[in-house]
Nanobody, 126 residues
Framework: QVQVTESGGASVQAGGSLRLTCVTGGWTVYKMAWFRQAPGKERAEREGVALIDTDGRTRYADSVKGRFTLSKDNAKNTLYLQMNSLKPEDTATYYC???????????????????WGQGTQVTVSS
């Protein structure tokens, strides 16, 4: 069992920044990703935002490239998502997931696979 806990969500104005934190327990090396579920969307429609593979390769959704940055502290079992230049369309519940079946190629996770946190809300107002 791997515990996954997100934090850092908040309400901000457009153009602002937030840093999301994901702390995991159990394993030390695994594929991790951030997903988001926009208001009105179903679990199966969660969008892959950013992924880091076990070899350190990263991939970002086109919608966040250049604005969001992943970083990982293996010693603390912590993954960070720095979000800059936030837009109203970034409003969503953000989930951290471990071994969700998303890959560098697909960026598509399975909400019923792997380990997911409870989510942290990000609201961006215009």
């Amino acid at each position: 069992q791997v515990q996954v806990t997100e934090s850092g969500g908040a309400s901000v104005q457009a153009g602002g920044s937030l840093r999301l934190t994901c702390v995991t327990g159990g394993w030390t090396v695994y594929k991790m990703a951030w997903f988001r579920q926009a208001p009105g969307k179903e679990r199966a429609e969660r969008e892959g935002v950013a992924l880091i593979d076990t070899d350190g390769r990263t991939r970002y959704a086109d919608s966040v490239k250049g604005r969001f940055t992943l970083s990982k502290d293996n010693a603390k079992n912590t993954l960070y998502l720095q979000m800059n230049s936030l837009k109203p369309e970034d409003t969503a519940t953000y989930y951290c997931a471990v071994e969700s079946r998303a890959t560098i190629s697909t960026m598509k996770g399975d909400p019923d696979a792997g380990y997911w946190g409870q989510g942290t809300q990000v609201t961006v107002s215009s």
